[in-house]
């Protein structure tokens, strides 16, 4: 079992820079893929980026360049550092943990608001 607390989100102007935060609590954090998924009001959850127990990170086209995920495994944290934000950021923000085991386990916070607004 993984809880997952996310925090960090804030109104924010266009241009302007916020860093996302994902505490984890249970056993073995380094052996899952985090990820980070935002839903806009009225559309679908989407990925944004994630990055995997080794390192490896894959970002959605449209934040690429922009938006940074990271992991500290000696923290149980994963963080997305966003620059350069645009109005269409604006969503709230899901941390994701998942592990193939026999089947896909996933869990999910609570979720943090980003608005991008002047």
């Known amino acids: 079992q993984v809880q997952l607390v996310e925090s960090g989100g804030d109104l924010v102007q266009p241009g302007g820079s916020l860093r996302l935060s994902c505490a984890a609590s249970?056993?073995?954090?380094?052996?899952?893929?985090m990820a980070w998924y935002r839903q806009a009001p009225g559309k679908q959850r989407e990925l944004v980026a994630a990055?995997?127990?080794?390192?490896?990170?894959n970002y959605l086209a449209s934040v690429s360049g922009r938006f940074t995920i990271s992991r500290d495994n000696a923290k149980n944290t994963v963080y997305l550092q966003m620059n350069t934000l645009k109005l269409e950021d604006t969503a709230v923000y899901y941390c994701?943990?998942?592990?193939?085991?026999?089947?896909?386990?996933?869990?999910w916070g609570q979720g943090t608001q980003v608005t991008v607004s002047s």
């Open positions: 994701n943990a998942a592990k193939l085991i026999g089947n896909w386990r996933e869990y």
């Open positions: 249970g056993s073995s954090f380094d052996t899952y893929r």
């Open positions: 990055i995997s127990s080794s390192g490896t990170t």
